[in-house]
């Protein structure tokens, strides 16, 4: 009987509060994540788990050895990584979660690269401009643009992604661009949002640190990356978007920038991953590889 495999069910069932959320985490059948849990209760004599109609959670007894097995879990995957000096060995599922224009733009056609270095790491990446539950969802580490909210979660800082102020050239010869802020009420914005009805069309731009904002007419609102970049490209109005995802755009002048002297702040770009003392190898070495693929990409204009 492997003690260990024992503990990762029992840990992922604890942080998911659900069997099936945590059998799908661990690529294992249910009955397989059940069956351990029981092993494990009978080696230790102990009751773990309170199972209701529509959550599980930890009992007393599973709350002390859900604190001590984390650590210990960390411990081994660091231990399993110590005496390795060839990084083709590092194995395991890596799942990962991104801003789909992050995943489109910059990660994927990359990709190859790092599994022909790691061909043994299963890699599950998904991309959305949803905020998923990293605990809760199983993911090892997310990649974050923009301000953080408060969390207990681990940071590591990538940089910034410069922004820049765009609109199609369709869009320039129907209707002009703006010259001066004093312009903008005579043009119209494409107002990105996360959630529907959470503010107005604001045009942001930074002065000496602090963030300005110009109210202005709208075209469109929308909720997502993808139909806001597909907006402007069909003459809908300004964007502001981080200048990485609007590059190509911009040197085949599909897209022309506008009001370059009053672009918006940088926008952070952060990893996030659970607080643990050990981070287990192959996390550590894909955030590695993403920063420096991040840094080659982020070149100025």
Known sequence: MNKLELLRSFVRVTELSSFSLASEALGLPRSTVSGHIQSLESLLGARLLQRTTRKVQATPDGLVLYERSKDMLAQMDEL????????????GRLRVDMPTAMARNIVMPSLGEFLARHPQIDLEISSTDRRVDLIREGFDCVLRVGELPDTSL?????????????????????????????????????H????????????????????????????VTVNNVEAYQAACLGHLGIVQAPLLGMRKFLADGTLIEVLPQFRPAPMRVSLLYPHRRYLPERCRVFMDWLQALLEAHNQPL
Request: aromatic letters at 10%; charged letters at 20%.
């Open 80 to 91: 399993e990584g110590l005496f390795r000096h060839d990084d083709a060995v590092l194995s």
């Open 154 to 190: 681990v940071a590591r800082n990538l940089g910034e992604l410069p922004m820049a102020n765009c609109v199609s050239a369709g869009y320039a010869a129907q209707w002009g661009v703006p010259k001066t802020l004093e312009d903008l009420p005579q043009h119209r914005l494409i």
């Open 192 to 219: 990105y949002v996360l959630a529907f009805g959470s503010g107005g069309p604001l045009f942001e731009y930074d002065l000496d640190g602090r963030m300005q904002t110009v109210a202005m007419p709208c075209s």
